[in-house]
């Protein structure tokens, strides 16, 4: 499994991991598993997307509550959490299954964070120097950067719907390898990306579908229309619906790149499901996905 595959293991919501275990998490804390446990001795800090049992001591990340839950090694953990990634993810962010008491997401409390973008050094060079991404695609696209209270430099990722309403933001780490790498709203819908472009689409024109916004953001700035579903892994019920309908409705065709390994050939016969005209296109070798396509095309270079 190539390294940045077992990165997004890693990245597994804890807490969805342990519910789809059939674990019972309530306010971040959870039977422990590993002894007789009657008090809730296990805790999951979401933060660092780890758990801990202060009464027995275990401790670790997604793959290592697998490995302990299952008495699976290493090999076996990563393929049972690789087949159940999708039901994860889907359960965490869809069907609210972690803590309830959390408010419903609020677009008035994040829009104003987005009207006048600032992007910090850290983000400039995340989005230019590495990722060569045009300037007007990250203004059309209206990513903006913070710290958090510890210094901890974050790319802001909004999610609008058609009419351009917020209803989702996505936040990533620029501090490499750091975990978890992206963090959510409580309640943010972050499903299809970029829907506002639909509205920019001509008659017969080539809708590209891209894995995760940074593909989106390459697909763009190589002068393409283009959407995200946000990973391999995550392709909802409520999306698939969509693209039916805009199937249907839409006067366009549909393309992709999808990537180079095994989830990213699944998401495709997933789409093509519902998209019949869906087209294939075939990355090189040597390129994982289409940002890294981008980067060796040298379009903006």
């Not at 519910?19 to 809730?40: I, N, T």
Request: proline letters at 7%; glycine letters at 6%.
């Amino acid at each position: 499994m190539e390294k940045y595959e077992l990165q997004k293991l890693r990245d597994l919501p804890i807490e969805g991991v342990a519910e789809r275990l059939g674990l019972r998490v309530v306010r971040h804390k959870c039977l422990c598993p590993f002894h007789d446990d009657h008090h809730a001795s296990m805790s999951f800090k979401v933060s660092k997307n780890t758990f801990r049992c202060f009464v027995c001591g275990e401790s670790g990340g997604p793959i290592d509550l697998v490995m302990k839950y299952l008495r699976k090694d290493f090999l076996d953990a990563t393929k049972w959490l690789t087949e159940g990634a999708a039901l994860v993810i889907t359960s965490y962010r869809y069907n609210d299954i972690t803590p309830k008491e959390g408010p419903p997401f609020d677009p008035s409390r994040y829009a104003r964070f987005f009207e006048r973008p600032w992007l910090s050094p850290e983000a400039r060079k995340f989005l230019f120097d590495e990722r060569k991404l045009d300037p007007r695609v990250v203004r059309w696209c209206r990513l903006t950067s913070w710290r958090d209270k510890h210094g901890v430099p974050w790319l802001q990722t909004p999610y609008y719907d058609r009419e351009y309403k917020l209803i989702g933001i996505q936040n990533r780490n620029l501090v490499k390898g750091a975990t978890p790498r992206f963090r959510f709203p409580q309640g943010a819908e972050c499903g299809i990306y970029n829907l506002p472009v639909l509205n920019l689409l001509k008659p017969g024109e080539t809708l590209y579908i891209t894995e995760g916004c940074s593909d989106c953001w390459a697909m763009l700035s190589s002068g393409h229309k283009a959407i995200a579903i946000p990973s391999a892994t995550l392709l909802s019920k409520k999306d698939k619906e969509l693209l039916e309908t805009w199937n249907l409705k839409l006067e366009t065709k549909f393309a992709m790149y999808p990537d180079n390994d095994v989830p990213g050939e699944r998401l495709f016969l997933q789409l093509k499901e519902v998209l019949p005209n869906l087209e294939h296109h075939q990355l090189p070798a040597g390129c994982k996905d289409y940002s890294e396509y981008y980067l060796k095309l040298g379009v903006r270079n």
